[in-house]
């Protein structure tokens, strides 16, 4: 029997990257899972094509996670595809650098939409379908604690709300036996920042491992949270960057 055998999950952003890691991960655990994307139906269908290859039920569902009715009717839809909801992993995210200066309004609410007010809508649509042993995760980020260089303020900031949102999660949902927590990566070789990219090197430098994640050490940690090992973590983060934060 695996660890995740008949629980339903729901990856935002699950197409590429971390999120698609954890899909699979899931998947492999024993989960059925429904993954968003935004801009390639092929990816995505990719993803469910793995999770099937584990003998899962999959889906993919188009959610732009900026849109808050699409998030509401994304979750919506994997609940009633699979009978009801189980893990909730908000994953979907952007990265937004640069000088404060240059941060345009558009550009501020657009980063804020994605990163906690979908993460806010998607968890109150979800724990409508849940029931004890729930689980709330989402994909934080190691820039929310620690900011080593110019240019991060926007993406730290939103993504250090998910560590008060958590924590409130955790007063409100821990009485119905659903628990909320963070997952945090450092460095990890994505499309969105890859190992061998032109800013590589200053990461690699205050990493005491010397490289970056992959997104399978990521989704190990989102699946053990996922299962009988998150019983009685709530309300805390989790950071996987190999020391980076030290």
Same mark, same amino acid.
């Given at each position: 029997?695996?660890?995740?055998?008949?629980?339903r999950?729901?990856?935002?952003? %699950?197409s590429?990257?971390? !999120?698609? *890691?954890?899909? $699979?991960?899931l #998947?492999?655990?024993? =989960?059925?899972? @429904?993954?968003?994307?935004?801009?390639?139906?092929?990816?995505?269908?990719?993803?469910?094509?793995?999770?099937? %290859?584990?003998g899962?039920k !999959?889906? *993919?569902?188009? $959610?732009d996670? #900026?849109?808050?009715? =699409?998030?509401? @009717?994304?979750?919506d839809?994997?609940?009633?595809?699979?009978?009801g909801?189980d893990?909730?992993?908000?994953?979907?995210?952007?990265?937004?650098?640069?000088p404060?200066?240059?941060?345009?309004?558009?550009?501020?609410?657009?980063?804020?939409?994605i990163?906690?007010?979908?993460?806010?809508?998607?968890?109150?649509?979800a724990?409508?379908?849940?029931?004890?042993?729930?689980?709330?995760?989402?994909?934080g980020?190691?820039?929310?604690?620690?900011?080593?260089?110019?240019g991060?303020?926007?993406?730290?900031?939103?993504?250090?709300?998910?560590?008060?949102?958590?924590?409130g999660?955790a007063r409100?949902?821990?009485?119905r036996?659903?628990?909320?927590t963070v997952?945090?990566?450092g460095?990890?070789?994505?499309?969105?920042?890859?190992?061998g990219?032109a800013?590589?090197?200053?990461?690699?430098?205050?990493?005491?491992?010397?490289?970056?994640?992959?997104?399978?050490?990521?989704?190990?940690?989102?699946?053990?949270?996922?299962?009988?090992?998150?019983?009685f973590?709530?309300?805390?983060?989790i950071?996987?960057?190999?020391?980076?934060n030290?």
């Open positions: 029997m695996s660890a995740l055998d008949g629980k999950a729901l990856v935002t952003g %699950g590429r990257g971390i !999120g698609a *890691a954890v899909a $699979a991960r #998947a492999e655990d024993g =989960a059925n899972v @429904a993954v968003t994307y935004v801009g390639s139906p092929e990816r995505a269908e990719e993803v469910v094509a793995r999770i099937e %290859g584990f899962r !999959g889906l *993919a569902i188009r $959610a996670s #900026a849109d808050a009715d =699409a998030v509401t @009717a994304a979750v839809a994997a609940a009633g595809a699979f009978g909801l893990i909730l992993v908000n994953n979907a995210g952007i990265f937004p650098n640069g404060l200066a240059e941060l345009s309004v558009e550009e501020i609410d657009h980063t804020l939409a990163h906690v007010r979908a993460v806010l809508v998607a968890t109150k649509a724990v409508a379908h849940m029931t004890e042993g729930g689980r709330i995760i989402s994909t980020s190691n820039l929310a604690e620690r900011v080593p260089w110019p991060l303020s926007l993406y730290s900031a939103s993504k250090s709300a998910l560590l008060g949102l958590t924590r999660l409100e949902l821990g009485p036996g659903i628990t909320a997952v945090q990566p460095s990890t070789d994505t499309e969105m920042n890859p190992a990219g800013g590589a090197a200053p990461q690699l430098d205050l990493n005491p491992t010397g490289r970056y994640a992959q997104a399978t050490d990521v989704a190990a940690t989102v699946a053990y949270l996922a299962g009988d090992g998150g019983r973590i709530n309300g805390t983060a950071t996987v960057d190999g020391g980076l030290a």
